[in-house]
Each structure stands twice: as C-alpha cells, then as structure tokens.
C-alpha cells in the first residue's frame, strides 16, 4: 500500500502534484493507495492498470470531483464526506462515500456505482445516461438528496431510501425529475410535486428482486449492515419513472412550410430593403450557408518567445523541426538570423525569449538559451552565385557583423571596417571572460570570416574616410555602437572612470591600476562587470550604488557579493570627492575610484550634416536608412541589448540588399499569438529536476502559432472534414467546405492556437 500524505511541514501538495504522482505510482505498479488529503480534487480518475489489476483508492478529506471520469476496476472508498461532484463522468468505478455527499453527485454518470452513506446534494444524479452496451450506473443514498435531484436523467438506476428523512417534506428535494426522459428513481419515504411528464408507481417483482439483491452492498460498503431490516419493507417503496413519449402532452407545431406560408410576414420582414427567396436551411448548414467558416492560419502569429526576441529569433520553429528528428536543420535555422548563437543566446544575452514563453504559466520556460550553444559547430557553405555587389559595414560588433553575415549570404561581396585591433565588439572588448567562452567567440567569428567576409582591422573612421568609404561601396552599414561613457556633471565629474573604459583595458590585458576601495555607480550587469574587474585588479572594497532596485541578473550581484561587494540603493550622488562619492543626504561612500555604469551613447562625429537624430543618437526611417544607401544598426539608433543589435543588423542588411537591388524593403511585423487561442492543458507539468537537455525540450514545446502537426483537429471532427495534405518540405491542414458544419472544434482543441473560425461571407 502506498500511503500519501499532502501536507508536509505545513506546506500543502497541489493538486496537479498529486495526480501526476499517483499518475506515475500507477504506471509503477502500484494499486493500493491511502490517501489524507487536504481537499485536492480529481482523486481516483481516470487511471488503470496496465495487466488489469484492480486500481483501490483509500481517501479522507477529499476535495471536489472525488472518482470524476472513474473507469472500471477502480475502487474508491472515501471514509467521512465529500464535497460535489463525487463520481461526475462516472464511467465504471465504484465510489462509496462514508458520509454526506455535495452537490450533483453522479451527475453525468454512465457506469459504474455510487453509494452515498448519508445525504447527497441539490442536483444528484442529474443526467445520468444509460449506454446499452453496457451495465446502466447506479446511484444508492442512504438518507435524501437535494432540490432539483434527478434533472434531465436519461438512463441508469437511483435508490434514495429516506433514512432518518421521514420529517423532510420530500426525500427528493424540491422540483425533481425535471426533464426526466429515461432511467427509474426508487424512493422510500415522503415525496413533494413531481412535473407532467413523469409517474409515481408501486414497485414490481423485478423491482423488488433488484433492490434486494444490491441493498446487502450497498448497506456493508457503507458500514451500515444493522439497516437491512428496516430499509427491506418494501411496501414502504415507490418508484419514478418518465412517461413515454406517446403519452406526453405535446402541442402541435406546424412544419417550416406551413409556417412560412400561414404565420410569415408577407413577403418578408425585410422585403423594403431585400427580397426573400423563402429557402429553408437545415439546421446543420454546410458549404455556404454555414454561418462560420474555418482557417488554418499557421503561422500568421509570432510566437511569444519569437515577439519578444529583439532578433525574431522563431524558437518554436527549432523545436518543431527537432520534434520531427531533423536536428541539424534546427540548429541551422538559427543561423538565418544571428551568426551568434551560442555567445550571445546561449551566453550573455538575458533571454526574453525565455521570459515571453507561453511555458511559464504551467513550470518553467523552454530551455531556448541553451539550445544556441548547439548551433556552435555548424558550417555553412558560401553562396553559389555572386551578386557583384561589394556593401561595406563600418564597426565590427555584433551589428555590424550579423550585418555582413546577412549580405555574405545573399551573395554580395562585404567588407568591415573595426577601428580595434580585433573583431568582436564588446562581446571583444567589454564582456568579462568569466561570462563569455572566447574561444566560442572566435569561432563565430571564424565562421563568419569563412563566409566570405572581409575584416579590415584598426580602421578608425572618421568623416573623410567615411566619405571615401561611401564612394568605395554600393552600400554602407553605420554599426559603431555606443562608446562614450555618459556622464552627468555633478561637481567632481571629471575624476570619473568611464565603465567601458576600464573594461576594455581590462579585457586587453592592461591590468589598469586600482585602488583598494572602489564605488561604481549603476546596478546593471555592466555595474556588475566593473566591480568583478575591479575584484580582478587588486580592489578590496567595492560599492555599487543606484537610484533603483538593481537591475542585473541575480547570479551576477550574488557572485559580486560573494566577492565581498556591497549593493546600495536608492542613493543619489551629489558630488565626487578624492575621498569617494557624497550622496544627496550629505553621507560619504568611501572611494579612492569611481566607475560609472550608466548607459553609453554612439560617437558620430564621422557622419556629414543631414542625418536626424535625436539627442545623441540617429533617427532611421522605416528600412533604418539615414541616408541614400546607408543603414544604421544597433546602439547609434538607441541603447539595447546584443540581441536589439542583431535584430537591426538583420533588418538593416535586408533593407540594404533591397537597396542593391533597386527594390523598396518593407519589413514584417507580426502580431503576437493571442494568449487566450493557446492551451497549456493538454501538456504536463515538469519539475525542475526532470528538465529534458535543450535538444530534447521539444515536448514541452507548445508551438505557439506554428503548427506542431499533432493532428488533434484532424481526428477531433466530427464530420471528417479536414485533410493533411503533404507538400514539398511541409504540409497544410484543409476543411472541406462540402463536409464542414462550421463547429468550431478544431479551433477549440487546437493547442498552438493555428484555426480560427471567421463569419461566413458568402451569406452575404
């Protein structure tokens, strides 16, 4: 026997927890279950034993639902009361409640047994149906049931024996049996008005025999045997049964027909404005009289993780692609849009992807950072066709060369210009190596140089050169990035390090000297990285300071406190000292150095007048051109992460390929999936310690917007109207207009959130 408790150290088990533990007990073998809960629902269904063994359920304290969807060979055994809906959907399973039963008891029940050891709520045993296939569900009640009790029954068999209710005004409650149309209701004891449609009779032999032979289990499964001879006078029984449907009383309703001709306005309510051809449509209208017609809409929408990638990066076309086994093709398509993978998705970058993904209101986001770091090895070969077109890119960060990327792909011969002696921007120059592989980064750069890419390095630009470069290229990308430290000009500003600034001299090895006690001012991860470097240069106390809550990832502040760092804010400066930063309040931060981490803005002193810009930075039109031929991408347009600067490095070398090509480039926007089209029902919830690897995470997957072709909607219609068809590289989903009614289930069971169900145009 497996005993479950759900409450520990005062913390109580969800739910979901608790089903998908019994779940996996199940599958394990297990069938014999104690359970104290603390009023989880759904306990006892639908679950089974693989070899057929009986599954036994022992449950206190239960919550809504106990044994809903209940199959065969499952026994549930509930020792006190329950709330509603004990054995809802009962499809088999035998339920006994030691106690009061909710509301709606065996509501819905095809098979199966249900006893109720005390009393049982308002609209018990409402639609119970009775399949002919199989044994009819039984519904036994030891004392009375609620108002409405029986309602809309369509088969199967109650028993309410009025124990201990003789002074009730009813044992069945007010206005039972309403809509009654199949089934028996034995009762014992008094009964209030019953409607029209059904009758009160005296029990038949076969009744009797019936009520027998299951009043000993019922009694014993209970725990109330000494009953049986008070409960066994059988005079003391009446029955409910509907009248048939001869016997109703039922007023005569015309055909359309006559009623179109006798009780229609002349020639139709709406005959000033239009004619009425007098058709009648069926009730279940197809082809062009359906009121609404189905779309397959794949991929109209952005996923969630797709929307809020600054690159557009379509994840869940990756996991799509590695569900279908095609591996390498998923680790290549992200190469379509970033020829950095697995240092800025898989490393630096914080992941909005992640953040967006539809994932996090079920456990955890799909683990789409890591799978960059798969596309690490990936080779692709150079175009076979040349353009005859030589653009030229001018920085060598991660905009500019997604950028050349981009172009080198298309076919055009591109070079980049890098003032620094290395490629790399500051994923070269700023990042700390702690946080990003370098051999990872030179080996994207390497693939980038071996798509054809030509680097020209300590190749500063300035205005004359810029003009020489225009005049060289047929196309110029402007990708410099943001360089100059922003500084604010409290009294003692110019004794301010810039960021950047010791952090490139950092990563070039410069060991640039630091003083024992250091402030940096800005909480971000750049703060962060000063003060690791600060750390790595020899500094003993280091304070990071802002005017907000920090905003750098968790790992990193815990690693800077870890160091011995401490964080501070709100904190407002007020001026700079040689003894360190003086704050609003008049306190001193002690600080023989002083770094700010507060953003940095673009040095565009080597472009001619006419480009718009706001502040410091440049104001593209729509395909990011400033000027004729000329793209800009990245941190001279605004501040961002890596991934905005991939995002506009991709766009900005579409637009530039369009220019070559004397074309206009309009770029694609695309809405995001609506949330409430998706379904994170059908999928199961994963802890932490049962996360798949990042090649493997597929399954968890929703494909939000894409389809995942699970052909749920194909085996879902009820009229067979939709059809896979296979085309070349892919395949679509089609409905038939000749078969389709217009229901709507293939949009309701969609998980992905791909048909949609629009008005019909054609009744126009």
């Given amino acids: 026997m497996l005993r479950v408790s759900?409450?520990?150290?005062?913390?109580?088990?969800?739910?979901?927890?608790?089903?998908?533990?019994?779940?996996?007990?199940?599958?394990?073998?297990?069938?014999?279950?104690?359970?104290?809960?603390?009023?989880?629902?759904?306990?006892?269904?639908?679950?089974?034993?693989?070899?057929?063994r009986k599954l036994r359920f022992t449950v206190s304290n239960p919550g809504q639902r106990v044994g809903s969807m209940c199959l065969p060979d499952t026994e549930i055994l509930v020792e006190g009361p329950a709330p509603a809906d004990v054995g809802w959907l009962n499809a088999g399973g035998r339920i006994v409640v030691r106690g009061d039963a909710g509301d709606t008891a065996g509501h819905c029940a095809a098979a199966g047994r249900i006893y109720i050891g005390g009393r049982a709520g308002t609209r018990s045993g409402s639609l119970m149906k009775h399949d002919p296939l199989y044994e009819p569900p039984e519904l036994w009640v030891l004392k009375s049931v609620g108002s409405f009790s029986f309602e809309f029954m369509g088969g199967g068999r109650a028993v309410v024996c009025g124990y201990e209710s003789q002074t009730l005004p009813s044992v069945l409650g007010e206005r039972p049996c309403v809509g009654m149309v199949g089934g028996v209701v034995y009762f014992r004891g008094p009964l209030g008005s019953l409607p029209p449609d059904v009758r009160v009779r005296p029990l038949d032999d076969g009744d009797v025999a019936w009520l027998d032979a299951g009043l000993d289990d019922f009694l014993a499964a209970i725990d109330r045997p000494r009953l049986r001879r008070e409960l066994s006078v059988w005079k003391h029984w009446k029955k409910i049964e509907p009248l048939?449907?001869?016997?109703?009383?039922?007023?005569?309703?015309?055909?359309?027909?006559?009623?179109?001709?006798?009780?229609?306005?002349?020639?139709?309510?709406?005959?000033?404005?239009?004619?009425?051809d007098f058709a009648v449509n069926g009730l279940v209208a197809r082809g062009e009289c359906r009121l609404r017609v189905p779309v397959w809409e794949n991929a109209r929408f952005a996923a969630p993780c797709e929307f809020h990638c600054p690159a557009s990066?379509?994840?869940?076309?990756?996991?799509?692609?590695?569900?279908?086994?095609?591996?390498?093709?998923?680790?290549?398509?992200?190469?379509?849009?970033?020829?950095?993978?697995?240092?800025?998705?898989?490393?630096?970058?914080?992941?909005?992807?992640?953040?967006?993904?539809?994932?996090?209101?079920?456990?955890?986001?799909?683990?789409?950072?890591?799978?960059?770091?798969?596309?690490?090895?990936?080779?692709?070969?150079?175009?076979?066709?040349?353009?005859g077109k030589h653009p030229g890119v001018i920085g060598g960060g991660v905009g500019g060369?997604?950028?050349?990327w981009q172009l080198a792909r298309m076919g055009h011969e591109v070079t980049v210009y890098e003032a620094d002696a290395r490629m790399g921007g500051k994923l070269e120059q700023v990042i700390p190596r702690e946080?990003?592989?370098?051999?990872?980064?030179?080996?994207?750069?390497?693939?980038?140089?071996?798509?054809?890419?030509?680097?020209?390095?300590?190749?500063?630009?300035?205005?004359?050169?810029?003009?020489?470069?225009?005049?060289?290229?047929?196309?110029l990308i402007v990708a410099t990035g943001g360089h100059v430290p922003r500084v604010l000009p409290w009294p003692g500003h110019e004794k301010i390090v810039g960021g950047i600034d010791f952090l490139k001299a950092v990563n070039r090895g410069e060991k640039p000297e630091v003083p024992e006690s250091v402030v940096v001012i800005g909480c971000g991860n750049a703060g962060m990285d000063a003060a690791a470097g600060a750390f790595a240069m020899g500094a003993r106390q280091v304070t990071c300071i802002d005017v907000q809550r920090p905003a750098a990832f968790a790992h990193e502040i815990a690693h800077i406190e870890s160091l011995g760092g401490r964080l501070a804010w709100p904190v407002q400066t007020r001026e700079i000292t040689d003894k360190g930063l003086i704050t609003r309040d008049g306190t001193l931060i002690p600080g023989e150095m002083v770094i700010i981490t507060i953003g940095e803005s673009p040095d565009l002193s080597y472009l001619p007048e006419g480009p718009e810009k706001f502040r410091d930075w440049l104001v593209p039109k729509a395909d990011l051109s400033i000027?004729?031929?000329v793209f800009a991408v990245g941190d001279v347009i605004r501040p961002g992460l890596l991934a905005h600067a991939i995002g506009t490095g991709r766009q900005a070398a579409l637009a530039a390929d369009a220019w070559l090509r004397g074309e206009r480039y309009a770029a694609e926007l695309r809405e995001q999936v609506p949330a409430q089209r998706l379904h994170t029902a059908y999928f199961a919830k994963y802890h932490s310690r049962e996360l798949p690897r990042p090649l493997e995470d597929h399954a968890r997957c929703v494909s939000c917007g894409t389809c995942r072709d699970c052909k749920m909607c194909l085996k879902s219609c009820p009229e067979k109207a939709i059809d896979r068809n296979a085309l070349s590289g892919g395949f679509e989903y089609v409905s038939d207009p000749a078969r389709c009614i217009g229901c709507g289930i293939c949009a309701g069971v969609c998980p992905c959130g791909i048909w949609s169900m629009r008005p019909n145009c054609d009744l126009s």
Wanted: hydrophobic content about 35%; some cysteine; charged content about 30%.
């Fill in 6 to 52: 759900t409450v520990h150290d005062h913390e109580r088990m969800s739910t979901q927890d608790l089903l998908l533990s019994l779940e996996a007990a199940v599958e394990r073998g297990e069938t014999d279950f104690h359970i104290q809960a603390s009023g989880q629902h759904d306990i006892g269904g639908p679950l089974w034993n693989r070899e057929g």
């Fill in 244 to 276: 048939p449907f001869e016997e109703r009383e039922h007023e005569e309703i015309p055909s359309l027909a006559q009623f179109r001709a006798t009780e229609w306005v002349k020639d139709g309510i709406f005959s000033d404005v239009c004619p009425d």
């Fill in 313 to 387: 990066i379509p994840s869940q076309r990756r996991f799509n692609l590695l569900r279908e086994g095609r591996v390498e093709e998923a680790c290549r398509l992200v190469l379509d849009y970033t020829p950095f993978p697995g240092s800025v998705c898989g490393g630096v970058c914080p992941n909005p992807c992640m953040e967006g993904c539809t994932r996090n209101e079920l456990d955890s986001p799909v683990r789409i950072g890591k799978l960059g770091s798969c596309s690490e090895d990936i080779r692709l070969e150079k175009p076979a066709t040349r353009s």
């Fill in 401 to 404: 060369l997604t950028a050349a």
């Fill in 435 to 475: 946080r990003l592989n370098h051999d990872l980064l030179l080996k994207e750069l390497k693939r980038i140089e071996d798509m054809g890419v030509h680097f020209v390095t300590n190749c500063p630009v300035d205005a004359e050169r810029f003009a020489e470069l225009r005049k060289k290229h047929d196309a």
């Fill in 627 to 629: 000027m004729d031929g």
